[in-house]
């Protein structure tokens, strides 16, 4: 995950993750959780 962040930030681009891992959250940028058709950030 350091990698690909590291990527992001040096290409200026942007990556989406689907994961369930709590670990992983918290290196994002911004959290967005889709339930039962509706996408909300957290």
């Known amino acids: 995950m350091e990698l690909l962040r590291a990527v992001v930030r ?6 989406l993750v689907a994961t369930h891992d709590a670990q992983l959250l918290g290196l994002a940028d911004r959290v967005l959780e889709l339930g039962d058709g509706t996408l909300t950030e957290h």
């Open 10 to 15: 040096s290409e200026g681009v942007t990556a």
